[in-house]
């Protein structure tokens, strides 16, 4: 488990863990760092990843080494069942804290977030506070994320670089799949192997993104993790009126959907777009059982609103859409089934208004994985 906090005075990059409270077993030390942007300076950073873990195990924790302050987080399983909260473009508003809220509830396993945090927007202290926003539940279990468009925070020939805050305050564990970025990664729990894919760096033929992906799932074995699931940021199939016509969906789309489909991926989850949206199985833009299941969650709470149009009549390949704040929650129950439940916040009540049982491409041998 990687555990990252900032801090306004200096302090080592020590966290100190164990089982039961109070008494910490073991340490480890993890590594300082801090970025500028324009006028603002960050704090330290540290980051400081602690194991060998028990897996679905309690752990305590505190954050440098006069730190009085506890922590406690939750390991994921070892294996199936495992519950995964999914929300996108969360930002920093009452709806964002009505989700979270409601994620908390729900006794998930591990958050994954397809892109859109803090939406700080260039205003750097927006990311200190989004920090001590999720940290509630960014403390107890691991949230996994990718980036989004609001993450970029480039100003031509003012800072040219871009994602600096992004890579300095969210690190990823790129290295252990053998991705040379951040922005793109994979890792496998409890039966389920996750990309992280992103929608804003290089993704055609030649880029090192698209080839790290060909590498990363010619080597998946369905035999230990049955379930492929991808997160990308801006989504390919939309029929929401927002959004239409962007080369970060249509040219991804054009360069990596073959590959995706050749691998037989289960569930694509996108953010984005500011509303909810399910398809069915899909490739090429048609129905196709060997594709996987496309999901628009964008809409964990952001300022910019809701995406409230859609185009009229309704494509057949969509199944279900409305333009509401809430939060997923895909429950793999074994290898071969998963419950995905999309919960509005409408009403500041959890209602699951949305809910479909999925079963894995990899149990099925009539969609056998292409070699």
Known sequence: MRISWITETSTPATVQYGTSPGNYEFSADGTTSSYSYLIYDSGDIHDTVIGPLKPNSVYYYRCGIDSTREFSFKTPPAQFPVKFAVVG???QTGWTQSTLQHIAESNYDMLLLPGDLSYADLIQPLWDSFGRLVEPLASQRPWMVTQGNHEIEKIPLIHSERFTAYNARWRMPFEQSGS???????????????IMLG???????????FKWLEADLGKIDRNKTPWTVVLIHAPWYNSNTAHQGEKESIDMKASMEGLLYGARVDVVFAGHVHAYERFTRVYNGQTDNCGPVHITIGDGGNHEGLASEYEDPMPDISIFREPSFGHGQFEVVNATHALWTWHRNDDDSAVPSDSVWLRSLSSDTAFKVKT
């Not at 040379?180 to 996750?194: C, E, M, P, R």
């Not at 929608?199 to 993104?209: E, L, V």
């Open 199 to 209: 929608s804003y760096t290089d993704f055609d033929p030649n880029s090192a993104q």
């Open 89 to 91: 473009d969360l930002g």
């Open 180 to 194: 040379g970025s951040n922005l793109f990664y994979s890792f496998n729990v409890a039966g389920v192997h996750v």
